[in-house]
C-alpha cells in the first residue's frame, strides 16, 4: 500500500512529511532562480555574447528534453526520495564548482565549461522534475491534491519572485562567483531536508521490467487518456509560443519605446504577482469539471501578448500581466491535480515525463524561427502570430469529449485509474 492510500485512513498524517518536501522544493527552486538570474551575465561578463548565452541556455534544455524519458522511467522504477536528493546533491556540485571558478583572482571559465555544466543541469532536472511531481502523489491523498498543488505552488512562486531580485543585488555587490556558491548551498541544503523525508514506498517498488518496457508501458497510459495527450499536444503548440513571445518579442517590442526595459521589468513582476494570485485562488476554487475549468482559464493566458502587439499603455500591460500570470497558474494547478488524481502513482513519472517533453521539444526552434522572422516582418507581426497560435492551440481542446467531461477525484469520490 502506498503512502497516499494510507493517508485516507489516517486523514493528517500525510501532512508533516508533506510540509518537509514543501520546504526542500522550495529551497531547490530558490538554488535554481539564483543560477537563472546570473547565468546570462556570468557568460557576458566572461567574454561571451549574444550567441555563447543562446548555446549556453539551449544546451541545458536540450540535455532536458533528450533525456526526459529515461528521467521518467527512473522516476517511477527508483526511489524518487534517493533521485531527488542526489539530483540536487549534483547540482550542488557542478554550481559549486562554477562559482568557485568564478570567484576574484582565478581564471575566467572558458565557454566549454559554462556548456558542461548546463548540460549536467538540464540532464539532472530531467530526472529531478517527474521524481519530485511522483513524490507528492505518494505523500498526499488524492483528494487533497488540489490544495496541496496550489500551496506548493504558492511558495514556489514566492520564492520565484524574491530570490532574483536578491540574486540581482548579490551579483552587483559581490559578483556572480559568491551567488552560485548560494545557490550550490540552497541545492545542498534541499538534499539535506529531503534526506529526512519519509515518503512510504513507491507504487512502482520491486517492479524488474526494462527502460523500454518501462517507457512502452508509461506511453500506453499516456495515449489511453484523450484528455491528457490533448492538453500535451496543445502544449507543444502553445508553449514554444509562448516563450518566443514573452521572452524574446516582448523585450524587442518594448525596446522601442522610452523606458521599455524598466517597464519590462514592471511586467515580469505584475505576472509572477499574478501567479502568486492564482496560486491563493486555486486553494479556494475547486471545480468539479478540471480539465474544462483549465482549458477556460488557459484563453485568457496570452493575453499580454495582445496588448504588447496592440500598443498599449504601461497600466494596461501591468493588468494583462496579472491576470495572464492567474490564468497561467490556475490552469497549471487544474492540470496537475487531473494527471495526479486520474493516473496510477506507479506511472506518474513517465507519464510527467511525457507532459514536459511536449512543452519543451520545440522551444529552441520557437526562439530561432521568432526572432529570424521578427527581423523580416516585425516583432508586432510575430506577436499577434504567437498570440492566435495560442488561442488556437487552445480551443480546439474544447473539442475533446474527456477535456470537457473529466471530474475531480473529490467530486467523483472515486479512486485513481
Known amino acids: 500500500?502506498?503512502?497516499?492510500?494510507?493517508?485516507?485512513?489516517?486523514?493528517?498524517?500525510?501532512?508533516?512529511?508533506?510540509?518537509?518536501?514543501?520546504?526542500?522544493?522550495?529551497?531547490?527552486?530558490?538554488?535554481?532562480?539564483?543560477?537563472?538570474?546570473?547565468?546570462?551575465?556570468?557568460?557576458?561578463?566572461?567574454?561571451?555574447?549574444?550567441?555563447?548565452?543562446?548555446?549556453?541556455?539551449?544546451?541545458?534544455?536540450?540535455?532536458?528534453?533528450?533525456?526526459?524519458?529515461?528521467?521518467?522511467?527512473?522516476?517511477?522504477?527508483?526511489?524518487?526520495?534517493?533521485?531527488?536528493?542526489?539530483?540536487?546533491?549534483?547540482?550542488?556540485?557542478?554550481?559549486?564548482?562554477?562559482?568557485?571558478?568564478?570567484?576574484?583572482?582565478?581564471?575566467?571559465?572558458?565557454?566549454?565549461?559554462?556548456?558542461?555544466?548546463?548540460?549536467?543541469?538540464?540532464?539532472?532536472?530531467?530526472?529531478?522534475?517527474?521524481?519530485?511531481?511522483?513524490?507528492?502523489?505518494?505523500?498526499?491523498?488524492?483528494?487533497?491534491?488540489?490544495?496541496?498543488?496550489?500551496?506548493?505552488?504558492?511558495?514556489?512562486?514566492?520564492?520565484?519572485?524574491?530570490?532574483?531580485?536578491?540574486?540581482?543585488?548579490?551579483?552587483?555587490?559581490?559578483?556572480?562567483?559568491?551567488?552560485?556558491?548560494?545557490?550550490?548551498?540552497?541545492?545542498?541544503?534541499?538534499?539535506?531536508?529531503?534526506?529526512?523525508?519519509?515518503?512510504?514506498?513507491?507504487?512502482?517498488?520491486?517492479?524488474?521490467?526494462?527502460?523500454?518496457?518501462?517507457?512502452?508501458?508509461?506511453?500506453?497510459?499516456?495515449?489511453s487518456r484523450p484528455w491528457m495527450w490533448g492538453y500535451a499536444l496543445s502544449g507543444t503548440v502553445a508553449v514554444p509560443l509562448w516563450m518566443a513571445g514573452y521572452q524574446l518579442l516582448g523585450p524587442l517590442v518594448l525596446s522601442g519605446r522610452p523606458e521599455g526595459a524598466q517597464h519590462w521589468g514592471w511586467a515580469v513582476s505584475a505576472f509572477s504577482a499574478g501567479m502568486v494570485l492564482g496560486s491563493l485562488i486555486a486553494l479556494q476554487w475547486k471545480p468539479r469539471r478540471v480539465m474544462l475549468a483549465c482549458v477556460l482559464v488557459q484563453l485568457i493566458w496570452p493575453l499580454p501578448l495582445a496588448a504588447l502587439a496592440y500598443g498599449a499603455d504601461l497600466v494596461t500591460l501591468l493588468a494583462a500581466m496579472l491576470i495572464s500570470g492567474a490564468s497561467l497558474e490556475l490552469a497549471v494547478v487544474f492540470f496537475e491535480t487531473a494527471k495526479q488524481q486520474h493516473v496510477p502513482e506507479a506511472l506518474i513519472g513517465r507519464v510527467t515525463s511525457l507532459t514536459m517533453l511536449g512543452e519543451t521539444a520545440l522551444v529552441p526552434v520557437a526562439y530561432v524561427l521568432a526572432g529570424t522572422l521578427a527581423d523580416s516582418a516585425g516583432s508586432t507581426t510575430m506577436m499577434w502570430v504567437c498570440c492566435l497560435g495560442i488561442l488556437a492551440a487552445t480551443v480546439v481542446l474544447l473539442a475533446v469529449p474527456d477535456v470537457r467531461g473529466l471530474t475531480s477525484l473529490s467530486a467523483r469520490g472515486t479512486k485513481p485509474g
Do not use: K
Not at 19 to 45: D, K
Not at 50 to 72: D, I, K, M
Not at 103 to 119: E, T
Open 1 to 223: 500500500m502506498t503512502t497516499a492510500a494510507t493517508t485516507e485512513v489516517t486523514s493528517t498524517a500525510w501532512r508533516t512529511p508533506y510540509i518537509r518536501y514543501v520546504i526542500g522544493r522550495g529551497i531547490s527552486t530558490a538554488g535554481t532562480s539564483l543560477v537563472n538570474v546570473v547565468l546570462a551575465f556570468a557568460v557576458l561578463r566572461t567574454g561571451g555574447d549574444g550567441f555563447s548565452v543562446g548555446l549556453v541556455l539551449g544546451c541545458s534544455v536540450t540535455a532536458q528534453t533528450l533525456l526526459l524519458p529515461l528521467g521518467g522511467v527512473l522516476a517511477d522504477r527508483l526511489s524518487r526520495r534517493t533521485l531527488v536528493i542526489a539530483g540536487n546533491a549534483l547540482l550542488a556540485l557542478v554550481q559549486g564548482l562554477m562559482g568557485a571558478v568564478l570567484l576574484g583572482g582565478r581564471p575566467d571559465p572558458a565557454l566549454w565549461m559554462f556548456l558542461l555544466a548546463a548540460a549536467a543541469t538540464g540532464a539532472t532536472a530531467a530526472a529531478v522534475q517527474p521524481a519530485f511531481q511522483g513524490l507528492i502523489v505518494q505523500l498526499v491523498p488524492p483528494q487533497a491534491l488540489q490544495g496541496a498543488n496550489a500551496a506548493l505552488r504558492l511558495v514556489l512562486n514566492i520564492a520565484r519572485i524574491a530570490v532574483p531580485g536578491v540574486g540581482s543585488l548579490l551579483g552587483a555587490a559581490f559578483g556572480f562567483g559568491p551567488v552560485l556558491l548560494t545557490a550550490a548551498a540552497a541545492f545542498a541544503v534541499c538534499a539535506l531536508v529531503l534526506a529526512g523525508l519519509h515518503a512510504g514506498e513507491s507504487g512502482a517498488s520491486g517492479r524488474t521490467a526494462g527502460f523500454y518496457a518501462g517507457a512502452r508501458e508509461g506511453w500506453a497510459a499516456f495515449r
